[in-house]
């Protein structure tokens, strides 16, 4: 009973380098969602998806890309990555009966 | 400005104490959701309440809905070490996407 799996869990990359981190779930659920999580501002969220091949902007989508190819993957790329993505990142999925999300992604950008 | 504003930011109490943490919004919610978040996990859900005026009780926890359904509270009896975390609230806006407050840090001293 996996729920949400994301990969890495830690990350450090230096400022212009690229890099997708990845988030699966297995509960077939429909809706998946990045967030950001930093000191005092809660979870903000990122990018989000409705179903395969439909994504959509969240409140703070500059610098990162996603895409959903099927249901169960929905990895979020930073593209070129600035000291300003240094953050905690929360993938998470689904249901009407509430949210589902991973153990998160701690990553520094220097 | 957050859209859900909670109260206080950080609680430290002694095991044994009653506390009652605040989520408030100008904005209408049509359902107001609780997380506990532990350090290096995402955030794991407790509640979901629906209607104005609601109560739900969890073990220690009670949970009540606003009945103009802007603002909810969680009240912990008797707190115990294990309760140590960040409390969040969230709404929906547009349909599943979550908006979150930004979190009370509770730390229960044994």
């Known amino acids: 009973n996996a729920g949400v799996t994301q990969t890495p869990k830690f990350q450090v990359l230096k400022t212009g380098q690229s890099m997708t981190l990845q988030c699966a779930q297995d509960?077939?659920?429909?809706?998946m969602s990045w967030y950001r999580q930093d000191p005092g501002m809660g979870l903000r969220l990122i990018h989000y998806s409705v179903g395969a091949g439909i994504t959509d902007q969240g409140e703070v989508p500059n610098g990162y890309n996603v895409s959903r190819s099927t249901t169960e993957d929905f990895p979020l790329r930073l593209l070129s990555a600035a000291p300003s993505q240094t953050s905690v990142y929360f993938c998470?999925?689904?249901?009407?009966?509430?949210?589902?999300f991973g153990s998160g992604t701690r990553l520094t950008v220097v | 400005t957050q859209l859900l504003e909670q109260s206080p930011q950080f609680l430290s109490i002694q095991e044994g104490e009653n506390l009652t943490v605040y989520c408030n919004s100008s904005s209408v919610f049509s359902s107001l959701q609780w997380y506990r978040q532990e350090p290096g996990e995402g955030p794991v859900l407790l509640v979901t309440?629906?209607?104005?005026?609601e109560v739900k009780k969890l073990k220690r926890l009670t949970f009540q809905f606003g009945d103009a359904r802007k603002d909810s509270s969680l009240h912990i009896t008797a707190a115990q070490p294990g309760d140590t975390g960040l409390y969040l609230c969230?709404?929906?806006?547009?349909?599943?996407?979550?908006?979150f407050g930004a979190g009370t840090i509770l730390r229960v001293k044994s």
């Open positions: 509960m077939n659920h429909e809706y």
């Open positions: 969230a709404g929906p806006l547009y349909g599943n996407k979550l908006v």
């Open positions: 309440v629906v209607t104005g005026g």
């Open positions: 998470a999925s689904s249901s009407k009966l509430g949210y589902t």
